[in-house]
């Protein structure tokens, strides 16, 4: 028995510990929080848009030995690009070096985007959403790093993203994300309801006990 209270005792001490480790980190400037298993280094970049320039970028980061946690913040005010040709460049350039597996509709509050899960070629597991909002791509990855088991922790971050300005990316009657080809569609996969298909369950229930799609 006091084995046992001991072994619970270090479970229990260890465990606020692991919480604690994670700290909600927020950008008033670009209206969003998003927590971070650390501090997250901040860097001023460019990326390149979908018509071949380079745009402004924020990129905060923080990179562990089992997974890296990424999130990219481009301007494209002045751009004048379709929220299609943004995301579909994202996309496709996630995608260069692995394989899509999940590629579904999301939505945080009343902003709408894609939700993705990647599966690298060097073995790594990423875990993403991207947002056109107020002119900008917001794109969140948390990533997997080969031989490591942060799937989970990729999950957990790329779904703690929050838009703090309450605003929302569709007009009055527009209740979903686009595809290229398609107009506003039902059903973003949301958290705060049923999913429909096992991909939908692997992001919006507990990712630890969720089967990985990859």
């Not at 997250?40 to 320039?53: L, R, S």
């Not at 997997?144 to 007009?171: E, K, M, V």
């Not at 686009?178 to 991909?199: I, K």
């Amino acid at each position: 028995m006091r084995l046992i209270a001991f072994v619970l005792a270090l479970c229990s001490a260890s465990a606020p510990a692991s919480a604690q480790s994670w700290k909600e980190y927020s950008d008033p400037d670009y209206a969003f929080t998003v927590s971070f298993p650390a501090q997250p280094k901040i860097k001023t970049t460019t990326y390149p848009a979908a018509d071949g320039h380079a745009v402004p970028a924020r990129v905060y980061s923080v990179a562990q030995d089992s997974g890296v946690f990424k999130m990219t913040v481009a301007d494209l005010t002045t751009a004048g690009l379709e929220e299609n040709a943004v995301l579909d460049q994202a996309v496709a350039a996630l995608s260069k070096d692995g394989e899509v597996k999940v590629n579904i509709p999301a939505r945080v509050s009343r902003v709408f985007g894609r939700q993705l899960s990647i599966l690298g070629a060097d073995g790594s597991r990423s875990s993403v959403a991207m947002f056109y909002h107020e002119g900008r791509l917001y794109q969140i990855e948390g990533k997997s790093l080969p031989g490591s088991n942060a799937t989970a922790d990729a999950i957990r971050f790329q779904q703690s993203l929050i838009f703090t300005d309450n605003a929302s990316n569709r007009g009055a009657g527009e209740r979903g994300p686009r595809r290229s080809g398609e107009r506003g569609q039902r059903g973003a996969a949301r958290c705060d309801t049923a999913p429909t298909s096992e991909a939908a369950k692997f992001d919006c229930r507990n990712p630890a006990g969720a089967p990985a799609p990859y």
